[in-house]
């Protein structure tokens, strides 16, 4: 079944054409890692998704319905780009965070339920953050709060788990654990993950197809596909290619 269909996408800020007509879909139990230069339009394609920026033209389909009309967004989990690091005094432990991702979709009066503290508790063990899970966020390191924050958007057991450079800010160790974790819950779980990262040359580490977006759709396939791509060779040259796909180095 596809998750997301979308069909000649296009987005574009005043007169400029941000991402043109780009058209793709993602099934279930993928794990697509969307790359491209900086300013391809990859965070924008994203919110496109989601129906942060408006379209110019074409369509996007979640779960069987035209986004206008979706509106089951628990089936989603989302980590944007640039989230904000906590301070020493930020006066919320680790589970208090988890627990925001189930409190935003229940209605007034929000409580955590007892069945939500089995959610959070689940969550905590996936993720090996049990034993933190008193700690104040703004005591653990960069890599921990990442790793909370992906909890977070996770709780829920969202159907498809949207990260954008979700781990920009880190160090090569701790993106390479964070990296493990996602194979991992894609490969156990059969949770489809859509990864937007500048980590190009590691990608086919851990993805099953790739989208290479330059504001227009330069490849979307398997990485078998990508090794054989004529459009490819031209665009990164033979060796290039061959690297990033990780199946001849």
């Known amino acids: 079944m596809n998750i997301i269909t979308a069909d000649e996408v296009c987005v574009r800020y005043n007169s400029s054409e941000v991402v043109s007509d780009v058209s793709f879909n993602i099934a279930a139990g993928d794990y ?3 790359v491209g230069p900086n300013g391809s339009g990859k965070t924008t394609l994203i919110k496109a998704m989601f129906g942060l920026v408006g379209l110019a033209k074409g369509t996007v389909t979640l779960f069987g319905k035209n986004l206008p009309e979706f ?3 628990h089936r989603i989990g989302y980590l944007p780009q640039n989230l904000f690091s906590f301070s020493l005094q930020f006066p919320a432990t680790v589970k208090e965070i988890i627990g925001l991702g189930l409190l935003a979709r229940k209605k007034f009066p929000r409580r955590i339920t007892a069945d939500d503290d089995a959610a959070i508790n689940k969550v ?3 993720l090996e953050l049990s034993k933190i899970k008193n700690n104040l966020i703004g005591e653990l390191s960069g890599g921990q709060q990442q790793r909370v924050l992906l909890a977070r958007a996770m709780v829920g057991e969202p159907e498809v788990l949207i990260l954008d450079e979700p781990t920009s800010a880190l160090d090569p160790e701790v993106r390479e654990k964070f990296s493990e974790v996602l194979k991992e ?6 949770l489809t993950v859509v990864l937007v990262t500048h980590d190009i040359m590691n990608i086919g580490k851990y993805a099953s197809k790739l989208l290479y977006l330059d504001r227009r759709l330069i ?3 398997g990485f078998d596909d990508f090794c054989s791509s004529t459009e490819v060779t031209n665009y990164f040259g033979e060796f290039a290619q061959h690297v990033i796909c990780h199946r001849h180095i």
């Open 71 to 73: 509106r089951e967004w």
């Open 124 to 126: 905590l063990d996936l």
């Open 32 to 34: 697509l890692g969307v």
């Open 219 to 221: 490849f979307y396939g």
């Open 185 to 190: 819950l894609n490969k156990k779980s059969g």
